[in-house]
């Protein structure tokens, strides 16, 4: 009787696993931050190489291979009259497996520590200045940068897949070796188109930890598709996090001697602080908006309407976290210390102000 409830005893004993060596990780995050990221980026480094030497998706075929797989061996079960109980405990330990396999090579990257302490970055929440002085440069950057590309037409005409794909390792040679960041140090090979499976409007991409591959989809609008290629280079260097790995894509972008790399990158950075701006649902924010807008060209405004269509109903939608590493990394790299850092308040116990005297004369004003 035992024989037919050995398959459910394994897939048990699998799953069981796989919850308990994700139980700890959520408990000791620091210790796997000191390690796991590190010798995982081997792993995925050694399975990128090899399969990037197959033509496609090899995970798409391994997802066939095993639908195939499953209905033959169905089919068997009902023409030899196998225990259907039998068999389909069998197909739970496969399924054990594959999740096991998954969360060892690829999942458990969820629990390394964020990108900011990688590198170096004090992350604290915004503020509206701050925010709103972020996303005017930003918006100035691209507009800049604008000018420099190829245009059809009012929108931009970038390369092709396969060249931007090859472009994107130059961003990461100057962040591992003239910046000194060492998480940025795995893997370069091109990433691949994503084929049929899972290609979806507001979907960019998606990483699989099995393979070791990144796929991009190459529906994305062209000026997306340099951000979207580094986003799942990031993934393929177990940056888990979706914000962290968007916030890497934009250091990597600008990073490049590309300008559609740095175009894109600036872009994605200037919707992402315009999004926030524009949620500020108060007379602040929209004057705050106004005031970047008057530096932003018409350019980058067609280029980022183009872009969100592709996500429709998302398009607006506010990160919260990416938001945060931005308007920090702009405080920190590019404003001048603490000038973004507090809001200019007025003081009225502070004699020193001149508008504390501007209120005692009045004349001084004209008043």
């Known amino acids: 009787m035992l024989k037919y409830w050995r398959g459910y005893l394994i897939a048990a004993v699998l799953f069981a696993c796989n919850f308990a060596l994700v139980g700890f990780c959520k408990g000791h995050v620091q210790l796997v931050d000191m390690f796991y990221p590190y010798v995982d980026r081997i792993v995925m480094d050694y399975l990128a190489n090899w399969s990037a030497g197959f033509a ?33 405990g069998w197909v739970l330990t496969a399924a054990g497996i594959l999740v096991l396999l998954n969360t060892g090579i690829y999942g458990i990257n969820a629990y390394a520590g964020p990108i900011s302490e990688d590198v170096r970055l004090s992350v604290n929440e915004y503020s509206s200045g701050s925010l709103e002085r972020a ?25 092709d ?30 990433v691949k188109k994503q084929g049929w499976m899972g290609r979806a409007d507001g979907k960019t991409g998606m990483t699989v930890g099995l393979t070791g591959e990144s796929a991009v989809n190459p529906d994305v609008p062209e ?34 001697s590309s ?24 007379q602040l924010g929209r004057d705050s908006l106004n005031r970047v807008m008057a530096y932003v060209s018409d350019d980058v405004m ?66």
Not at 61 to 66: A, D, E, I, Q, S
Not at 161 to 187: C, H, N
Not at 228 to 244: G, L, V, W
């Open 56 to 88: 496609g998706s090899l995970w798409q075929t391994g997802v066939v291979f095993l639908a195939v797989l499953l209905l033959g061996s169905a089919v068997l079960m009902i023409a030899l009259r196998w225990n259907p109980v039998q068999w389909f």
């Open 135 to 159: 996303a005017s440069y930003y918006g100035q950057m691209a507009t800049e940068y604008a000018k420099k590309v190829k245009r059809t037409g009012k929108y931009a005409d970038f390369s």
């Open 161 to 190: 897949f396969d060249t931007l794909a090859e472009q994107a390792a130059k961003g990461y040679t100057v962040l591992t070796y003239e910046r000194g960041i060492p998480i940025f140090s795995g893997t370069t090979v091109p």
């Open 223 to 256: 000026v997306g598709l340099p951000f979207a290629i580094c986003h799942e280079m990031n993934h393929r260097m177990c940056i888990y996090n979706d914000s962290d790995a968007s916030f890497g894509a934009f250091l990597a972008c600008t990073a490049n």
């Open 259 to 282: 300008h559609e790399f740095i175009y894109s990158g600036y872009l994605m950075a200037f919707r992402t602080c315009y999004n926030a701006l524009a949620g500020i649902d108060s």
């Open 302 to 367: 067609n280029d980022m309407a183009q872009y969100n269509t592709f996500f429709g109903e998302d398009a607006q939608q506010v990160d919260e976290q990416l938001t945060n590493l931005l308007v920090s990394w702009h405080v920190q790299e590019i404003a001048q210390y603490g000038e973004d850092e507090e809001e200019d308040v007025f003081d009225p116990m502070d004699e020193s102000d001149e508008r504390f005297q501007d209120i005692l004369n009045p004349s001084r004003t004209g008043g």
